[in-house]
Every structure is written in structure tokens, then in C-alpha cells.
């Protein structure tokens, strides 16, 4: 694309500097031109080390650039609608961290301000357009494994410090809302519908009130899901699908690597992927969507319905029996 997608990053988080800033800088349609930190030094040493042009020291210096057409949001959870929100106010196309928000009825207040100011708004699901990720969902619904009935998947780390954004539970810290929305946003991609009802348990950490052991169970109209999540096991991620005649293994579900391919097991036979980055992948998809005008490959209706099942877990282990998520967005 010889009109790269100009991009603006809001925020100096790690994920952005190590990970999806150097992927998109690798993307034909990308184009990184500024980033911004509530402390310029902290913008500005990471704009000469990321050879970014231009630094700022508040986020509404970077939303009031002209130049810039696209930002990428990844601050603590949040902060995700209220700066999605300026940044489409500020008529820009917004790429945000997941979770897009902290609840669905703060999730739903996007859709308006995208109806409204005409900009697109896609919560960053990276896995979603993974290879690995196309072809398990090709694979299930051309039917070679039969029917899928079970999704089983689990991921997990150890983090018990208490100065992670992750363990701040006025943050939207917390196990499910940090991994816990992976299982979910792919079990519902592969069954292509909404669970009926969830059944949620949660174990939370004494001093901080984060959920640090979350298992669900999503009821879906043809199958069930069933995912364990955790920010205070030994590190591990997999999913596995199983079918009326066969199963699909996903090694590296979530963390796929950028420097060596992937592999899925369908039954005994491994399927090999080759390297690729999915950061790099869903930064093109989003700058092509913008560029050609056309719908975006995760829409933000999506981020709604996700976030619908969230709320809905965390209520069942409140109220310890299965309930409905809400419909629509």
C-alpha cells in the first residue's frame, strides 16, 4: 500500500514498545508517527529508540495532530473507553488493547460514539486473524472433525506483585479480564453464536480482590466450552477442539511467537504454520480497512458480545448459579 495508514500510540506500555510497535513499523500499510506518554521523557526515549518522529507529553497533544489518522490504545483497562472515546471525538480511527472496556454497559457507549463520529473502533484481538487461528476455524467448519461439541481451554501465569496493573482490581485487573477474554472471544469465533448461559467460579486475592482463579462454563446452543484462567500458576496456554469424529489441538494459542512457526495437531498430524507476526497481521487488516473504505475484520459489535459473557461470569460466581448474558449491543 504506497498510502501507509498514519499511526499515533497513546501510552509507553510494554506490550506497545516491544511487541506491536515493531510489528506494525514492519507492515506495508503501516505507518508509526507518533507516540505519547503523560511523561515526555518517557515518550521521547522511547520515540528515538523506536525511530517514531514525533513525541508527546500529554495523549490530547497527539489526538489534536492532523497528521495523524489511527491510534493504538494500550493503557490499563480503564482507560480504554474513556481515551477510545477522545480519540474517535478527535476523528480518529482507534485501535484499542482488549478488554475495549471495564463492563459492557461502558462497552456500548462505543457504538454510539462510532455511529456518530464515523470512525472505526476494533477492540485488538490479535489471535482472531492469526493463520493458526483461520485454519483451525476452516478446518472445524468444513467438518473434519466431525461435529465440534467441547471446546476445553486454559491459560495462565504467575504474578503476585502488587504493583502490576494487572493485580489492581480498581484498574480492571484480574485474571479473566486480562486472559480469561481469549477462551472466550475464540470459543465463540469457532461455535459462530453466543453462549446461552455461563457458569463462572472465582477465587480472588485476599488483599487486592482480583479474581486470580477463574473456570467457566459457556452453554452454547451446539456445544459447550469449558476454560480454567489464572494469574497465580505456573505459566501455560492451550485449546483444544473436540469433535464427533476427531480433535484440533492449538499448542501456542495466544502468545504465538514472531520469530519461529506455529503448529496445530488435527488428530496425530501436525499442521505447520509458517513464521509471521500477528500484530503485524492485525495492524495491516485494520489500516486496509480504513484505507479501502470497507468493513474492518473484527467489528466492534464483537467486543460488545464478548464483553456480554464476561459480565456474565463474574456475576454466576456472585451468584453461584448459571446466568444469561445480556443480548445485542
Request: hydrophobic fraction near 40%.
Amino acid at each position: 500500500m504506497a498510502d501507509k495508514v498514519r499511526w499515533g500510540v497513546l501510552g509507553t506500555a510494554k506490550i506497545a514498545l516491544t511487541k506491536v510497535i515493531p510489528a506494525m513499523q514492519q507492515s506495508e500499510c503501516c505507518e508509526i508517527v507518533a507516540i505519547a506518554s503523560r511523561d515526555f521523557a518517557k515518550a521521547d526515549e522511547s520515540a528515538e529508540r523506536l525511530q517514531i518522529p514525533k513525541a508527546y507529553g500529554t495523549y490530547e497533544e497527539l489526538l489534536a495532530d492532523d497528521s495523524i489518522e489511527a491510534v493504538y490504545i494500550p493503557l490499563p483497562n480503564h482507560l480504554h473507553a474513556p481515551w477510545t472515546i477522545k480519540a474517535a471525538e478527535a476523528g480518529k480511527h482507534v485501535l484499542c488493547e482488549k478488554p475495549i472496556a471495564l463492563n459492557v454497559a461502558e462497552a456500548r457507549t462505543l457504538i454510539s460514539v462510532r455511529n456518530r463520529t464515523g470512525v472505526r473502533i476494533q477492540e485488538a484481538f490479535m489471535v482472531r486473524t492469526h493463520p493458526q487461528w483461520r485454519e483451525t476455524h476452516r478446518l472445524i467448519h468444513s467438518g473434519e472433525i466431525g461435529s465440534l461439541r467441547s471446546i476445553t481451554g486454559f491459560f495462565s501465569y504467575f504474578n503476585p506483585d502488587p504493583t502490576n496493573i494487572r493485580n489492581q482490581l480498581e484498574l480492571g485487573g484480574g485474571a479473566l479480564m486480562d486472559i480469561g477474554c481469549y477462551p472466550i472471544t475464540i470459543s465463540r469465533f469457532m461455535y459462530e453464536t453466543e453462549p446461552r448461559r455461563v457458569l463462572g467460579l472465582i477465587e480472588r486475592d485476599a488483599e487486592n480482590g482480583t479474581d486470580t482463579l477463574t473456570t467457566a462454563v459457556l452453554d452454547f446452543p451446539n456445544g459447550h466450552s469449558t476454560f480454567t484462567c489464572s494469574t497465580r500458576l505456573a505459566p501455560f496456554q492451550r485449546m483444544i477442539f473436540h469433535g464427533t469424529e476427531g480433535r484440533i489441538e492449538v499448542l501456542i494459542p495466544f502468545n504465538a511467537p514472531h520469530d519461529h512457526p506455529t503448529e496445530i495437531l488435527l488428530n496425530d498430524e501436525t499442521i505447520e504454520f509458517p513464521i509471521c507476526d500477528q500484530y503485524e497481521i492485525q495492524g495491516t487488516l485494520f489500516s486496509r480497512a480504513i484505507r479501502e473504505n470497507r468493513e474492518q475484520e473484527i467489528p466492534l459489535e464483537d467486543a460488545i458480545n464478548n464483553m456480554n459473557v464476561i459480565d456474565a461470569v463474574f456475576r454466576s460466581a456472585t451468584t453461584n448459579q448459571w446466568e444469561e448474558p445480556q443480548k445485542g449491543t
